[in-house]
Structure formats: structure tokens, C-alpha cells
């Protein structure tokens, strides 16, 4: 009998570096035979569609399996375990598995799934790698404002956990076994060492932390861990698991966040419609913003990926035949968004980005 496929899960919160990591892993897979999933918040598959798009020969769009119900860890039953098994029916066996949660995801649900019998006889975690934006820890993001959050306790006696960034931060580097601070590029060494104290502090486990940027890291860095993580997820509790062991009602259906895609017309002008998000972004608030516009007379479609304030723009392929061309961006953000109010912003700045 052959044995146990290693499976890497790859998670992080939004716009850390997950896709960026796991598109320069499959350009240095050295023939390994990679299978990918990816689960994503937000309707519009831009993570799978970027991978698409990249034009790896080694990722071919067969081994790209798209989770987008909802949250992998609050589907887990439903869609992951199903998808993994007709993985496992297939011919041609991957060499490796790698997972890539969505951003909001506790990867400990998923983790744990591992331990079902029709997939634990077939596969294994070969470990859990959380990305981290260092940057933006670094910027004091994840961090809580404690005052303003004692003031809401206060005015609201049902608010009994910390902001929901801060939480996600904690429980998804408590499910690692490695965690890596992407975008070292941003920050200086002492202010990366200072990052990393805060991570190592997230757990009295010895963790491995590396520090990369563009997740740019040799496949064997990244996988061939061998942790078999789903024998362990048990002692590595989220923050929901620990309070729902309390008898404390806190139910975690990600309802903390809000996604949505705005569309709007053909953008003449990239540099300034991008300066006009940059405004609608600090404005109302935006976790994350990305998706792809059309730009008259460009055969190419445009990426737009915003992570707070910094946005990247390119064209990453042509638009394909009969594919029809729009400007649609998925928006993330706390659960009391302006939707509307973003649509409409977004709307106008394509419509005052003529040429
Ligand atoms: N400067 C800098 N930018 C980076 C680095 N890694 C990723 N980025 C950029 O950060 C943005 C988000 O990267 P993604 O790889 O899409 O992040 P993700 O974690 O997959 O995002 P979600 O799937 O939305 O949670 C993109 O614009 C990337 O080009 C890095 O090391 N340095």
C-alpha cells in the first residue's frame, strides 16, 4: 500500500501573501505533483482565477479545486471532505496536497477533519503554515485598541471577546507549525524582530518562524514538515473552541465580516481610479478589495489587489473569447460596511477615471 499523500494547510488573514506564497511554490515544485484547493471569502474566485492566469506549466487548471460556499472551516463536512475524496478517487495520484484556506478562516475545524476515516487511512497534515502580513502587524493592526474596547464592553455587556482581528490573528498562529512573516520587504530588521516576538508570544509551543518576501521560499522549506498536525489539533484550541467549552455562547459563523463585488464600467484611467479606491478604501474602511477591471481598448484584463492602503495593479492575461469583459471587484470589510455606499463610490470613481 502506498503511503499517507502530505497535505500543507496554508492560512493567514487577508491579503498576507497565501496565493502570492503558493504561485511561487508551484513555479519551484522540482516535478513535485501538486493538487491545490483553495477556499476563498468573496463570490468571485479571483485567488483561483490569479493562479489560472499565471500561466505555470505545472498548475494545471484540473488541479485547481475552488471551495467559495463560505469558509472552509464552517464547511468542512459539506464541501471539503467531499472534495477531498473524490481527489483521492482519482488516477493520478498528487504527490502533495496543499490547502489554501481563506483569510477569515480557524483552521483548526479543518485540520481536525483529518482525523475522519476515509481520510486519515489516505492522507496526512504535513503541516500548518500561517502567512503573516508583517507589515501590517507591525503597523499595530491585529493589535486591540484595549481603552476603546473596555468603552464598547462597557456600553454593550453581550461584547465578551476581543476584536475580531485580533482573535483570528492569535488563532491562526496558535494552529501552526510554522508560521512565516511574509513582506519583510516593507519593514526594517528591527522592526521584524519585534514582530516576531509578538508571534513566538501567541504560544507556549516552540513554533518555527521564517521571515520571506512575495512568500518567495524554497519547497523544501515549505513542505516535508511532517508534523501530522491532525494528531495534535486538539491541544491547539481557538479562541470560539475554548469558550464554547465554557458553556460560553459565541457562535462562529464569521458574521463579524462582510463581503460583497462591486461592478462597475470600463476604467479609462488605472493610476487614478486606483488613487480614487485608495480614498473609498481609507474611507469606509475596506479589510480588502480585489478583482479585476476592464481597460478600454487593452487586450489584457487588470488585476487589482488592495491590502489596506497598498494597492497593486497589473495585467495578467487576455481577456478570453466570448469572456465578457467588466470591472468587478470583490470588497471586504467589519460587518457594519457601507455596501452602498461603497458600490456607489466605487461606480463613480471608474466613471471619473476617463482617459
Ligand atoms: N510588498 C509586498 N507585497 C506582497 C508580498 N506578498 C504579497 N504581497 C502583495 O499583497 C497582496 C495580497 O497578496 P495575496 O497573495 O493575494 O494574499 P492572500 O493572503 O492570498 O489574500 P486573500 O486570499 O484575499 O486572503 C498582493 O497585492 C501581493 O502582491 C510581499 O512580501 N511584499
Redesign the pocket.
Known sequence: MQGKIPATVIT????????????NLLQNADGRKIALIIN???DLG??GE?LKGCGIETCAEEDIVELNNGCICCTVADDFIPTMTKLLERESRPDHIVI?T???ALPQPLVAAFNWPGIKTHVTVDGVVT?V?A?AVAEGRFADDHAKLDAQRRADGALDHESPLEELFEDQIRAADMVVL?????IDAARLDSVRGDVAGQTDRPLKIIH?????LPAEVLLGLNSATEGQIALRKSHHEMEHENGEDHHHDHDEFESFVASAGAVGDPKRFTEELKQIIATHDVL?L?GFCDVPGKPMRLVV???GQ???TYFDRPWANGEQRATRL?V?GLHDIDQAAIEEAIGRAAASAEP
Open positions: 493567514g488573514f487577508l491579503g498576507a501573501g497565501k496565493t502570492t506564497m503558493i504561485r476563498e471569502f468573496g479571483v485567488d490569479v489554501e481563506s483569510g477569515l502567512v502580513d507589515a511574509n513582506k519583510a520587504d516593507l520571506a518576501t512575495h512568500g518567495r480588502r480585489k489587489q488592495a491590502v497598498r494597492i497593486e470583490v471586504i
